[in-house]
């Protein structure tokens, strides 16, 4: 729990502010996973302090979260133009991706259960990054990463809007992106 805290800080996800009675508030909770090797023995612990995005309201809380997701085929395809060109692949899993995301909408969130600031108790978070389980959390997160990507000369896919392209010369890359994985 103190490992999550701690990249929450690093990331300058939030910060501290006096609550009033015009903010609308969401709740956080800690989810706790177990992982387990090949013979199910448990070998790692994880905490994760995600938001209670389910009290979040349209029109209050946020405007849009639809966010564009890579089919199963547009992957596939991929990996077949890949594999007939002789292109060389890589697979990135990203960790905290939706830390990533910036916030627009001015979004508060109670201090986490058991972590609450002793000289400030009665102050919330303002988010400047998005938290798991927001309902907007993916949504940010894409629209951060697909304009770094077009601010450095890659253009998106006419049909398939998570695929991007950048040619220089004989060089092509191209990059797949399907939530916090990315294939290029």
Not at 36 to 49: F, H, P
Not at 59 to 83: K, M, P, Q, S, W
């Amino acid at each position: 729990m103190h490992e999550k805290l701690n990249q929450l800080v690093r990331n300058d996800v939030w910060f501290l502010v006096p609550r009033t009675g015009q903010m609308n508030v969401i709740g956080t909770k800690w989810v706790f996973i177990n992982k387990s090797g090949d013979s199910g023995v448990i070998t790692k612990n994880k905490a994760r302090l995600v938001a209670k995005g389910y009290n979040q309201e349209e029109g209050i809380n946020y405007d849009e979260t639809f966010t564009l997701v890579a089919r199963l085929e547009a992957v596939r395809l991929l990996l077949a133009f890949a594999c007939m060109n002789g292109f060389k692949l890589f697979q990135m899993g990203m960790k905290s991706v939706f830390l990533n995301g910036i916030v627009n909408e001015e979004i508060f969130v109670s201090q986490p259960p058991e972590f609450e600031d002793h000289l400030y108790p009665n102050h919330v978070y303002k988010l400047k990054k998005a938290l798991y389980a927001l309902k907007q959390a993916p949504r940010q997160w894409y629209e951060r990463l697909s304009h770094f990507l077009l601010s450095h000369n890659y253009e998106r896919g006419r049909i398939d809007k998570t695929l991007f392209i950048k040619k220089s010369n004989s060089v092509v890359i191209l990059v797949q992106i399907y939530v916090d994985d990315i294939i290029f």
